[in-house]
């Protein structure tokens, strides 16, 4: 079996702040892992993912996060958030013995102050 | 442009009624998938189809069915609506390439239907 926690339903930071957003994971076998982020009235849409390359994944709008395998952790950053970045952010997570099953994490709300 | 549409953005239902959902994506893939979001729970999945007239169900598929009749379009089904079922719905499609591609899924912009 394999679960997904997001650590902090909703986060609030300042224009310009660093972004941490938490996540850990459970799994049996090698994970694959996934950030989707979702806007306002929008489906999710990929933000970036890790497939066993390199551990510090950069996806888009200069966001990135990294593989830690000791602490069961896939946590995104961005070190200066813009004011669109407020939006929902979920993790998930797959594996070779999950098909196409993602399992999500129940999410964080990133509300960014100006 | 990958695209996923579903034919609704907000439904209002009565309690007892048969509500269809409908998706489509136009990108040929194998896979197609119904979420449910609710706030705190991110999405359950409810029910997937990886080709057509195939389907398997996810972990909440009590009281919804599901009709894949052409590869396109994958639609979601509340036999008898409940006020539980008030939620937001998301369609999702992904292809089945090898190796981990296949789990990258496209959403659509989400149905949020209210049961009276």
């Known amino acids: 079996a394999q679960s997904v926690t997001q650590l902090g339903s909703h986060v609030s930071v300042s224009e310009g702040a660093l972004v941490l957003l938490r996540c850990n994971y459970s799994s049996s076998v090698p994970p694959y892992l996934f950030w989707y982020v979702q806007y306002p009235n929008q489906g999710l849409q990929l933000l970036l993912k890790?497939?066993?390359?390199?551990?510090l994944v950069k996806g888009i709008n200069g966001f990135e996060a990294e593989f830690k395998k000791s602490e069961t952790s896939f946590h995104l950053t961005k070190p200066s958030a813009h004011m669109s970045d407020a939006a929902e952010y979920f993790c998930?997570?797959?594996?070779?013995?999950?098909?196409?099953?993602?399992?999500f994490g129940g999410g964080t709300r990133l509300m960014v102050k100006p | 442009d990958v695209k996923v549409t579903q034919s609704s953005r907000y439904l209002v239902k009565r309690t007892g009624e048969k509500v269809f959902l409908e998706c489509v994506q136009d990108?040929?893939?194998?896979?197609m998938f119904w979420y449910r979001q609710d706030p705190g729970l991110g999405l359950r999945l409810i029910y997937f189809s990886y080709d057509v007239k195939m389907k398997e169900k996810g972990d909440i598929p009590e009281g919804y069915s599901v009709s894949r009749e052409k590869k396109e379009r994958f639609s979601l089904i509340l036999e008898s609506a409940s006020t539980n079922q008030t939620s937001m719905y998301l369609c999702?499609?992904?292809?089945?390439?090898?190796?981990?591609?296949?789990?990258?899924?496209?959403f659509g912009a989400g149905t949020r239907l209210s049961v009276l």
């Open positions: 999702a499609s992904s292809p089945s390439p090898g190796g981990w591609a296949k789990n990258i899924q496209y």
């Open positions: 890790y497939t066993s390359a390199a551990t």
């Open positions: 998930a997570v797959t594996s070779n013995n999950a098909g196409n099953m993602l399992t």
């Open positions: 990108m040929d893939h194998e896979n």
